[in-house]
């Protein structure tokens, strides 16, 4: 969709070496996207708010290379200031695979230093910040160099793109408070190939949201995300809970737009569960959830039914419980977590986290 072989760089001209950084978010998703085919494409839509203390920063430092070896990409790369080869070579053949879309890069010697907000073991997912700060990078690193991606929708619209091929769910990242990714008649230019935003079809609530994540667990999971979505194809539910999520959507959107938190915190807790009862009848058969993480829900349930407050969980592919609800009840649900769901978490921690104004350019 964006090959382009105009991209190359006048060897007469070449650009002064430079830098770009950008600062990227992570994002929840409410409903899930579980299952994908083709390239990166997934079997239903999903929503996902944007969130703000969980960031990638990644900086691209380019000059142009008077030795091109013809074939690879010339690359350095820095995870939190130190070389590390298992990142870089991802890295690598993610630019690689990118060489019809920004042919440029061959003609470049490129150091990429990036680094995340949170602890690299704390268990929270950095696919979908590290993968959209890169996209953003390179979107305007080629913007810089043509001048082609000057519309601010054209520009965003590339970087979704570009990011979901690195990890699905970071194509989600590179809009403020919402997006949606994946085709439905209910939101006007939805695509399997880019999120969308949806940031302004919601309701003020959903802007000043929080999504502390609670971590009952930092250790390396037994099953990738990747192994989980190929997992989808064989199970025998798959097609029922494609189905499900994509009626579910404008029922959520609508809950979104109204501020109706009842239902949006019924959806995102069903949706968490269902994701969870999908890997537990997988075959292969797996369990990411954690007595932790099952202590916790039953917990947040049942200061739901006594308070009446609006606190809701949800739950990325690990054991991690996030707990969404809005900025006006965040001294009780902070003094809730102190009291009661602290000691389930691993030494103690968990993430702030809030609904962001998405990516910046630093
Ligand atoms: C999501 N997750 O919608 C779902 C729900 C986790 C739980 O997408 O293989 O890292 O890179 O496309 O995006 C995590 O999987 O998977 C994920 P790839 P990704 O956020």
């Not at 409903?31 to 390239?39: E, S």
């Not at 305007?140 to 043509?146: A, G, H």
């Not at 419980?321 to 649900?333: D, F, N, R, S």
């Amino acid at each position: 969709m964006y090959d382009n072989p105009r991209l190359v760089i006048d060897s007469s001209n070449p650009p002064e070496p430079g830098s770009i950084v950008w600062r990227s978010p992570s994002n929840i998703a409410i409903i899930k996207y579980w299952g994908k085919y083709g390239l990166q494409l997934p079997r239903n839509p999903s929503l996902s708010l944007t969130l703000a203390s969980s960031f990638t920063d990644t900086s691209l430092e380019y000059a142009i290379n008077d030795n091109p070896s013809g074939s690879g990409i010339d690359l350095e790369f820095y995870f939190h200031q130190e070389e590390n080869e298992a990142f870089k070579a991802k890295i690598q053949a993610f630019l690689e695979t990118l060489a019809p879309v920004f042919p440029f890069l061959k003609q470049l010697k490129l150091v990429i230093r990036t680094g995340n907000s949170f602890p690299h073991s704390a268990g929270i997912a950095s696919s979908a910040s590290a993968m959209s700060a890169l996209a953003l990078c390179l979107c305007s690193l080629e913007d810089m160099l043509f001048g082609t991606l000057q519309e601010p929708d054209v520009f965003d619209r590339k970087a979704s793109w570009v990011a979901r091929l690195g990890s699905g769910s970071a194509c989600r990242s590179v809009f403020p408070h919402a997006a949606v990714w994946g085709e439905t008649q209910h939101v006007k230019e939805a695509s399997n190939e880019y999120a969308v935003p949806v940031g302004d079809l919601i309701h003020d609530t959903f802007k000043d949201f929080h999504d502390d994540i609670l971590i009952v667990s930092s250790d390396e999971k037994s099953v990738s995300s990747r192994a989980g979505h190929a997992l989808m194809d064989g199970n025998p539910f798959a097609e029922t809970r494609y189905a499900q999520a994509r009626q579910r959507l404008p029922v959520l959107l609508d809950a979104m737009r109204t501020g109706d938190l009842d239902t949006f915190g019924k959806i995102a807790e069903d949706e968490a569960l269902t994701l969870h009862a999908l890997m537990m009848c997988s075959n292969p058969s797996y369990l990411l959830m954690q007595p932790g993480s099952v202590a916790i829900i039953e917990k947040v349930r049942a200061y739901r039914q006594a308070t009446g407050r609006p606190l809701y969980f949800t739950l990325d592919a690990g054991p991690n419980v996030h707990l969404l609800y809005p900025g006006e009840i965040i001294h009780e649900v902070r003094a809730f977590i102190e009291e009661e769901l602290k000691k389930y978490c691993e030494n103690g921690r968990y993430q702030e986290d809030w609904v962001g104004e998405g990516p910046e350019e630093m």
